[in-house]
């Protein structure tokens, strides 16, 4: 068995601090590779930095009523019922939701045994394996352009640039 391994981005817009540089580069806290056995990790990136999420009031009506967005840049840490969060952990679900909806397509019978056809029902419905799941969203995934950032102080690790799979 071979698992899907997800690192985490930066972000973008209003969620990132003025000297970070965004989507495409690598949060230094996140895990690469090579492993032990020579693999490069991770197999797929995502945005894990910063990303707004649920923050439970207990016995509070409305706490999730937006009336407040959090806002990085505007140092606003936490909105109405959500609060920045950061790490591999927050870039899993962004993965797992493409993932998602890509097994969808599939069980829908958007492809045929020659390509996908583009409507649902055109193709064969079947469930893929975890493998081609796997593959299809590496092979579907786009190198990240930028290098390794350094949270919170902004700066690049220059000794340790970003390797693709096909380089």
Known sequence: KSPMAVGSSLSYGDDIRSNEKGIEFLADYSSRGPTSDGRIKPDVVAP????????????????????????????????????????????????????????????????????????????????????????????GAQPLTGGIQRVPDGNVVNEQPLKEYDG
Do not use: W
């Open 48 to 139: 894990g930095h910063f990303i707004v999420a649920p923050n439970a009031e207990p016995n509070t009506e409305g706490e999730c009523d937006g009336s407040k967005s959090p806002s990085i840049r505007r140092s606003i840490d936490v909105g109405s019922g959500v609060r920045y969060v950061s790490g591999t952990s927050m870039a899993s679900p962004v993965v797992t939701g493409g993932a998602a909806i890509l097994r969808q397509y599939f069980e829908e019978g958007y492809c045929n045994s020659e390509r996908c056809c583009g409507s649902k029902g055109c193709g064969e419905s079947f469930i893929p394996s975890g493998s081609l799941m796997k593959a299809v969203l590496m092979n």
